[in-house]
């Protein structure tokens, strides 16, 4: 198949350090590549990948403080995209709401991969765009009617995380994700002042979190039992995650998939997380991590946490969450759009297409 991959333009793909949706998709965009296809990355001029490089700007726009207006490239991203529609089977976008417009307009299919999370507004937009195929990645995420044409789970590459049967540091908890209110970073902190526990801390604090962090975060950070490391690499966070002896997950809201979940269970660490969104899709409770109904419950599950086996929480991740299995999926939801669209229309290439 010839595909085209729309990324953000906000973080490089792969990200060097915090970007969930720019991680996935350069995992799914190389093993894409590697099966065969013929796939184009639109995304950021830095990025790194195996797929033909297409980029509007030169760098991510999150580190160049030139960029005043983030949508003026984006716009220029989808046009480009979509002025070379033609050239591809299908459009895979990691866009949001932004490709809607556009993709209603071409005879290639768009297929819509929903990152993020509903809200009052853009529920507006994509029930207008309704019948455009959807993939959800949790199935907790479809709170709306849309056309979903499967869900499928964000994967890693389960050799990128070295597996740490046990940990040669100090017990101690982490805590890996964006500083902001709805992660629960103030929940790990109080967690583990409640039991006692060390913690460590790494993520990025954009702009509008500043003044949470400010205030309800840095008054806890001692350096001694509550650490706060920065915004981490991979190879930091691989470090932070395997050493732990359990991963904190306390989020406030209903996240549509939580990667730092699976990152930690691919190292071997079990994670405690509140039942919201896709936690109880993504952690085998009592097996890999435990699923709570509330903070005190978090806390209280900790020593049952420390019984978990190590190897199980990695092979749970080998099995369900990698890479392989996601791009399994893509290429079964490609394979269905296209050929829909076909007996719908007739008008693609189907001469160049292999299923």
């Known amino acids: 198949m010839k595909i085209a991959q729309v990324a953000p333009l906000w973080e490089r793909v792969p990200p060097p350090t915090y970007g969930g949706i720019e991680l996935v998709v350069s995992r799914l965009t190389d093993e894409l590549v590697r099966r065969g296809h013929d796939v184009t990355l639109f995304a950021s001029g830095d990025s790194q990948t195996l797929a033909r490089l297409e980029a509007v700007y030169p760098r991510a726009l999150r580190l160049d403080a030139n960029v005043k207006e983030y949508t003026v490239y984006e716009m220029l991203e989808l046009s480009q995209v ?38 009052t507004d853009n529920r507006n937009v994509y029930t207008y765009h309704q019948k455009q195929p959807y993939v959800s990645i949790s199935n907790a995420q479809r709170e709306i009617n849309l056309n ?8 890693i590459n389960p050799e990128d ?14 805590f890996l994700g964006r500083f902001s209110p709805e992660k629960g970073p ?32 840095a008054p806890h950070i001692d350096g001694k039992q509550i650490q706060y490391l920065g915004e981490i690499n991979h190879a930091e966070k691989v470090e932070l995650l395997g050493n732990a002896a359990i991963t904190l997950f306390p989020i406030t809201w209903q996240e549509p998939f939580g990667l730092v979940m699976i990152e930690s269970m691919a190292t071997g660490t079990p994670v405690i997380a509140m039942n919201l969104g896709s936690v109880s899709e993504v952690i085998a409770h009592g097996v890999s991590g435990f699923v709570c109904q509330s903070f005190d419950e978090m806390a209280a599950m900790i ?12 092979e749970y991740i080998e099995n369900k969450f990698s890479v392989i299995q996601m791009v399994d999926g893509y290429e079964a939801v490609y394979g269905k759009i296209i050929k829909d669209r076909i007996n719908s229309n007739g008008r693609i290439h189907a001469a160049r297409i292999q299923f």
């Open 82 to 119: 979509y002025q070379l529609a033609e050239e591809f089977d299908i459009i895979h976008s990691h866009l949001g709401i932004s490709a809607l417009p556009l993709a209603s307009f071409v005879p290639t299919p768009t297929v819509h991969t929903l990152h993020g999370r509903f809200t």
């Open 186 to 217: 103030q929940h790990a902190i109080a967690i583990a002042k409640q039991t006692g526990w060390h913690l460590k801390m790494a993520g990025k604090v954009d702009v509008v979190d500043s003044k949470f962090f400010e205030q309800e975060i």
């Open 148 to 155: 979903y044409v499967g869900t499928v789970y964000n994967g």
């Open 303 to 314: 020593p049952a946490a420390l019984e978990l086996n190590r190897q199980t929480c990695r």
């Open 161 to 174: 995380y070295r597996f740490v049967a046990q940990p040669q540091e100090a017990p101690y908890l982490a």
